[in-house]
């Protein structure tokens, strides 16, 4: 009921910076949180952050805490993630995803029903 499309993704050297949106149109009005996961190959789907929707409260993956912000701008439907000081272990294709249901942020992927097609996010040595 969500439709959901990221951009943003690309290669950049490590250290570097990246911001990824993801637009959300649909049943909007039914969002509890947003959240962002990747997927590298060979590798299950992880969290990377999530953000309530009415509140802005966040939560982040250890691993991305103190480089990466999430963020939510209601008004048009859209949510972000501004990635700094990349470093070849977030090369992945990240995901954003949208959670009908609360409450928490801590959340698996089988807790969203709603996702993108993802973006590819490559960072070089």
């Known amino acids: 009921q969500v439709q959901l499309v990221e951009s943003g993704g690309g290669l950049v050297q490590a250290g570097g910076s990246l911001r990824l949106s993801c637009a959300a149109s649909?049943?909007?009005?039914?969002?509890?949180?947003m959240g962002w996961f990747r997927q590298a190959p060979g590798k299950e789907r992880e969290f990377v952050a999530a953000?309530?929707?009415?509140?802005?409260?966040?939560y982040y993956e250890d691993s991305v805490k103190g480089r990466f912000t999430i963020s939510r701008d209601n008004a048009n439907n859209r949510v972000y993630l501004q990635m700094n000081s990349l470093k070849p272990e977030d090369t992945a294709v990240y995901y954003c995803?949208?959670?009908?249901?609360?409450?928490?942020?801590?959340?698996?992927?089988?807790?969203?029903?709603?996702w993108g097609q993802g973006t590819q996010v490559t960072v070089s040595s």
């Open positions: 953000i309530s929707w009415s509140g802005g409260r966040t």
């Open positions: 995803a949208a959670r009908r249901s609360g409450p928490g942020l801590r959340t698996p992927p089988a807790a969203y029903g709603d």
């Open positions: 649909g049943r909007t009005d039914i969002i509890y949180s």
